[in-house]
């Protein structure tokens, strides 16, 4: 006899990384909001509601935990997520298993419960506040006159730095190089546009370092 597995069980099986979480219920629209902001704003991801951290299939009914998604994709995310949904029925239990996308739009931000909006982007299992930085660069990708690099004073004492040292933080690079902190922000974020630095947002407080392999086509685009 062939036995038959669902493929859910082998997406389960991968347990929570950048590109799935799971979710055993929705009550707060707001923080699956979270989620789907994080996934579009990174590689994209699956939610798997009805599922334990552990593992565990719970079930969910389908039709409320739908309509908590699209309220958290329309109402609590700005701009709104495109998603794909579907179910899988395993032992009598449903698991509703919804897809996004890397989005062309970002940033997506989440409407907090003050009323603020703020965005996240996804770091191996976790949903992390985007900085100001990483907002600067975002903004950047999408200037039509694209980006120049100039090698000035604080630029130079960046490089640098981060030649000596293997990282540096926003603070450190605005005190070395005695610039304000909005402009060591403004340069970072170039940076980082042209491939020519690496971030880490999971250290807090986020660190940044040489690529050694930079973006040389994005540093030769015509100024702003």
Known sequence: ????????????????????????????????????????NTDGGRLLIGVKDNGKIIGVHSDEEYYMV??????????????????????????????????????????????????????KDENILANRVLLLSWKLEKNPGGLFFIYDEPRKKLITYLNENSSITLSKFSRIALISRAHAEHILAELLTLRYINADFSEKPVTYTLNKEPDIEASTRKPM
């Open 70 to 123: 699209e309220a958290a994709a329309k109402i609590y995310s700005n701009p709104k997520i495109e998603f794909t949904s579907q179910q899988w029925v395993v032992d009598g239990k449903v698991v509703l298993e919804i897809n996004i996308e890397p989005s062309k739009q970002r940033p997506h931000f989440v409407k907090e419960e003050n009323g603020t909006w703020v965005s996240y982007i996804r770091i």
């Open 1 to 40: 006899m062939k036995i038959t597995i669902s493929p859910i069980y082998n997406l389960i099986a991968q347990g929570e990384h950048q590109q799935q979480d799971f979710k055993f219920c929705i009550n707060d629209s707001r923080k699956i909001a979270r989620s789907l902001v994080a996934f579009a």
